[in-house]
T-cell receptor, first 113, second 113 residues
Framework: DAKTTQPTSMDCAEGRAANLPCNHS???????VYWYRQIHSQGPQYIIH???NNETNEMASLIITEDRKSSTLILPHATLRDTAVYYC??????????????FGKGTKLSVKP | SQTIHQWPATLVQPVGSPLSLECTVE??????LYWYRQAAGRGLQLLFY??????ISSEVPQNLSASRPQDRQFILSSKKLLLSDSGFYLC????????????FGQGTRLTVV
């Protein structure tokens, strides 16, 4: 699975959009980009994933660059409850793969009033 | 809809005592199941995964073991706990369909004293 690089921490004002970047310059053509977050003392929560096209759901939007070497997770209107560590993971389930997720250190997002 | 249950939420155990943490999944069949550990201030480390009843794979050598006695039940055990076993233990499941998201339980915070 390709390695990802994320900033260690970011701040965002409440009500503003939070844009969390992730670099994955070694991504291969069939690897997906997944985003999870972990609020303090809770289990990780799935947010969104995508392959090539931009994706949007009720939680966030995922923008993947055309060369797929980087992506941005966008929380359109951040709230205090969005304060968490956000993990960007790149992986693909190959034949016989067990679907393991390998977590890096993520970005600690602090939403401030 | 699918749900994952993990208990207990917190546990304090003396060194040398046994351990049994249980995880069950509802609303799906033949899930892939995972145990992760998160030590204080550290990232998530995959401990075990299982693709079926009685099938357990270990990712790292350690003082722990896992079992899957039923399709949707995953148990993490130890015969004698060490201080270094303290941490936040998370169970997760994924469907067998490739490139889908994982869902995590709320975790068990284990303190070995």
């Amino acid at each position: 699975d390709a390695k990802t690089t994320q900033p260690t921490s970011m701040d965002c004002a409440e009500g503003r959009a939070a844009n969390l970047p992730c670099n994955h310059s070694t991504i291969s053509g069939n690897e997906y980009v997944y985003w999870y977050r972990q609020i303090h003392s809770q289990g990780p929560q799935y947010i969104i994933h995508g392959l090539k096209n931009n994706e949007t759901n009720e939680m966030a939007s995922l923008i993947i660059t055309e060369d797929r070497k980087s992506s941005t997770l966008i929380l359109p209107h951040a709230t205090l409850r969005d304060t968490a560590v956000y993990y960007c993971i790149v992986r693909v389930d190959r034949e016989g793969s067990q679907g393991n997720l390998i977590f890096g250190k993520g970005t600690k997002l602090s939403v401030k009033p | 809809s699918q749900t994952i249950h993990q208990w207990p939420a917190t546990l304090v155990q003396p060194v040398g005592s046994p351990l049994s943490l249980e995880c069950t999944v509802e609303g799906t069949s033949n899930p892939n199941l995972y145990w992760y550990r998160q030590a204080a201030g550290r990232g998530l480390q995959l401990l075990f995964y299982s693709v079926g009843i009685g099938q357990i794979s270990s990712e790292v050598p350690q003082n722990l073991s896992a079992s899957r006695p039923q399709d949707r039940q995953f148990i993490l055990s130890s015969k004698k706990l060490l201080l270094s076993d303290s941490g936040f233990y998370l169970c997760a499941w994924r469907s067998g369909v490739r490139n889908t998201e994982a869902f995590f339980g709320q975790g068990t915070r284990l303190t070995v004293v």
